[in-house]
């Protein structure tokens, strides 16, 4: 059975932890934001040493946005007198070279062609609680009342991003929608239209972006099909189901190597994607 979009927003990435830092002292800690379903501290396999990340999963998905919020309200969460990074744990099911990216950039695919950005607006107020800071909207150029099937929006927080790709689909006017991640151009890493090349469309500009024009293939509209990120840049991975982009250094925490051998978490084995209609408000 899949994992609904409460479970899955229950569950943060605690990084850079204390090598003193134990399942206990961590469970400790977070217990005063709420009930903890779950703790884990991950040990090198090999070495049996801490690696300095883990994971902490509530009962509640309230305590973890709870967690969130004070930490962008008072700053980085202070764990055994070490400044933590905490964020949205990306589950095993995401496969985007996106998923795990430090971003408040992310794609809507797959609207409904009569969508308007006052009605993605809305939609992405429900589930955050505020509203983004901006939509582009791509319209047809034979008829300006149409859009292509995506968007382009720019959040308040890189939390958002990672709440919303969490959540993964959301009913924008009667559709159900795809939520990925975006960079915006110019930023480290591979332009994906190298790396796919024989695309259907030339990359276009908008915000700041690197898109893809048109977007759409059948699923989208029917528009000639291509791959979907054309006209991006993105980061090779360098995770394996839960691991993070390296982002303390090219060894990943404490130099203790990158996280792919990262022992196993209570999230489960890979599984498919879930929908969340827009009845799931987490917030």
């Known amino acids: 059975m899949d994992s609904s979009p409460e479970e899955k927003l229950s569950k943060l990435f605690v990084g850079g932890l204390s090598h003193d830092t134990t399942k206990e002292s961590l469970k400790a800690y977070f217990e005063q934001y709420g009930p903890v379903k779950d703790c884990n501290v991950v040990y090198n396999p090999t070495t049996k ?3 300095g990340f883990g994971y902490i999963t509530f009962q509640d998905h309230n305590s973890a946005q709870q967690v969130l919020n004070i930490k962008n309200e008072n700053g980085p969460h202070v764990i055994d007198s070490k400044q933590c990074e905490v964020k949205r744990a990306i589950p095993r099911d995401a496969k985007s070279e996106f998923s795990h990216e430090k971003t408040d950039k992310i794609f809507i695919g797959g609207l409904h062609e009569d969508a308007t950005q006052k ?18 909207l791509m319209l047809r150029k034979e008829d300006s ?19 919303l790709y969490c959540i993964k689909n959301i009913d924008i006017l009667g559709k159900m929608a795809e939520i990925k991640k975006s960079n915006p151009q110019g930023r480290g890493g591979v332009k994906a239209a190298d790396a796919f090349k024989g695309a259907a469309a030339s990359p276009a500009m908008a915000g700041g972006y690197h898109y893809p024009s048109p977007y ?17 840049f ?43 209609g827009r009845g799931f408000r987490p917030y």
Not at 119 to 136: A, F, N, R, T, Y
Not at 145 to 162: H, I, M, P, W
Not at 236 to 249: L, R, V
């Open 119 to 136: 009605d993605v607006e809305q939609v992405l107020i429900e589930q955050l609680g505020h509203p983004p800071k901006s939509i582009s």
């Open 49 to 51: 040493k801490p690696r």
């Open 234 to 276: 993105y980061e090779s991975p360098m995770y394996s189901g839960y691991g993070y982009m390296p982002s303390y250094g090219a060894n990943g925490y404490s130099g203790m190597g990158m996280y792919n051998n990262q022992s196993a978490s209570s999230f489960g084995p890979s599984k498919g994607g879930t929908g969340a």
């Open 145 to 163: 009342s149409k859009n292509r099937g995506y968007c382009f929006v720019e959040l308040q927080l890189t939390d958002d991003a990672d709440t």
């Open 216 to 232: 759409g293939a059948a699923a989208y509209g029917g528009y000639p099909p291509y791959d979907p990120y054309a006209g991006y």
